[in-house]
């Protein structure tokens, strides 16, 4: 029996690194072009380019974002195939910073905050007087999240034909809330009025008519749900926040229907200091107050303000819907 002769072709060689080393410089990107998010589908992004809004273009994240969140109403900027025609794929290669964040957690016990919206200016709150009944506490509550994510907050009222006497509206007269009605028998012009030039966010319990009120203010919504939502791989549409825009200016985010509105994120120092004319006097309350006043904070400083109980008091109900453990207050639909 002879023995095997070997030759260089049975030594198999390991492949090493390369001889060019690798470079953590990427590439500055310098004609990307601005647009912005206006839907989300599990990995792909429906955008709108700032130089021609009525063509919606596809993207995905780049490379080098990572895992950078990015939720409707960012502001980003975009390169590849921007031409938005079917099967296309663009790339968002940088995410601007955002003025504004609606955010929420999935209740009073989860670490983790998820932003709902971006840059958005406006909430419209979106509560029915009747079927369902309006519970304050959810309307505290996202008011709360608009005003410590730097959004204004509007009460939009509806189905005040069912509750024309509702006296639910005074027990936010001391904030300065403003106040719409948007029920399928109001004018829907005192809304538009509101949303004229203007990124708002609608929230809303299921059953309020926040759908229908969107349907009257953006009359082909159906249809422009489907062309900028028809970016991904077959979610509903209806379980995505979407960005749609109106006729004369300004864009309406439509958000799913809420079940919870958690806000473990939030501090009762983050309320107060979203107030301008109440935010330096806690620099004088003691350490670890709540800001609640007697008895649970018998030193606080709000109280030693003259002529601001009545919305000191106002903002207080705030911060008792903020540390509530009533599942109305939390925004539970179950409840």
Not at 223 to 250: C, E, I, M, W
Request: hydrophobic letters at 40%; glycine letters at 8%; a negative charge.
């Amino acid at each position: 029996m002879r023995r095997r002769e070997y030759d260089e072709t049975d030594v198999r060689v390991r492949p090493g690194k390369g001889s060019r080393p690798r470079t953590k410089t990427r590439p500055q990107h310098l004609d990307a072009e601005a647009a912005m998010v206006v839907s989300v589908d599990r990995g792909r992004w429906g955008c709108v380019l700032d130089d021609d809004p009525e063509r919606p273009v596809t993207a995905m994240r780049a490379r080098e974002l990572g895992r950078t969140p990015i939720v409707v109403g960012d502001r980003v900027d975009l390169v590849g195939d921007l031409t938005g025609k079917p099967d296309t794929l663009a790339r968002i290669v940088r995410v601007a910073d955002r003025r504004t964040v609606l955010r929420r957690t999935a209740d009073d016990t989860d670490p983790f905050e998820r932003v709902v919206v971006a840059n958005a200016e406006q909430l419209f709150i979106v509560v029915a007087l009747a079927d369902p009944p309006p519970r304050t506490g959810f309307v505290e509550r996202a008011m709360v999240a608009a005003y410590v994510g730097g959004l204004e907050p509007i009460l939009c009222l509806t189905k005040h034909d069912l509750a024309a006497d509702s006296e639910f509206a005074s027990a936010f007269e001391d904030l300065d809330l403003t106040i719409v009605y948007g029920g399928i028998e109001d004018p829907v012009d005192p809304v538009l009025e509101l949303l004229d030039d203007k990124l708002t966010a609608f929230i809303g319990h299921s059953g309020v008519g926040k759908s229908t009120l969107v349907n009257r203010l953006v009359p082909d919504a159906d249809r422009a749900v489907g062309a900028v939502s028809g970016v991904g791989k077959g979610r509903h549409t209806s379980t995505q926040s979407v960005a749609l825009p109106l006729k004369d200016g300004g864009w309406v985010i439509d958000t799913p229907g809420v079940r919870s509105f958690g806000l473990a994120h939030i501090t009762p120092d983050d309320v107060i200091g979203a107030f301008s004319d109440l935010a330096d006097a806690i620099e004088d309350c003691p350490r670890g107050c709540t800001h609640l006043g007697p008895p649970a904070d018998p030193e606080c400083a709000l109280d030693l303000l003259p002529g601001k109980q009545a919305r000191v008091a106002a903002i207080r109900r705030l911060l008792v819907a903020l540390n509530s453990n009533d599942p109305w207050f939390r925004g539970n639909t179950d409840g």
